[in-house]
Nanobody, 125 residues
Framework: QVDLVESGGGSVQAGGSLRLSCTASEYTISTGFMAWFRQAPGKEREPVAGIYVGGGSRYVADPVKGRFTISQDYAKLTVYLQMDSLMPEDTAMYYC??????????????????WGQGTQVTVSS
């Protein structure tokens, strides 16, 4: 299986920035798709952004559009989530997800085979 490890979470003031990283343990997702989801206490897990491994189309959910950017370093099997202009509403556990192929229905949790353990992001007002 593919192991995903997230890092980069932390606590910041509103308006600040963080960059999350997600690194895959194997090259089995070299033609696949990776995404970021988040889950706040008492809420369902929601999509944040997604990207085709190796390049191609990228997707960003409306609540973070214009503030978050997803990117990748293919050689390192790493996907990044640059988060700027953070707001308290962004506070959540952020999870990395991956699948071996495709990108259809990227915003649905059920299409992903692999998940990381999450990294906490806390934004204070």
């Amino acid at each position: 299986q593919v192991d995903l490890v997230e890092s980069g979470g932390g606590s910041v003031q509103a308006g600040g920035s963080l960059r999350l990283s997600c690194t895959a343990s194997e090259y089995t997702i070299s033609t696949g798709f990776m995404a970021w989801f988040r889950q706040a206490p008492g809420k369902e897990r929601e999509p944040v952004a997604g990207i085709y491994v190796g390049g191609g189309s990228r997707y960003v959910a409306d609540p973070v559009k214009g503030r978050f950017t997803i990117s990748q370093d293919y050689a390192k099997l790493t996907v990044y989530l640059q988060m700027d202009s953070l707001m308290p509403e962004d506070t959540a556990m952020y999870y990395c997800a991956a699948r071996n192929s495709g990108g259809s229905r990227w915003a649905e949790t059920g299409v992903y085979r692999y998940w990381g353990q999450g990294t906490q992001v806390t934004v204070s007002s």
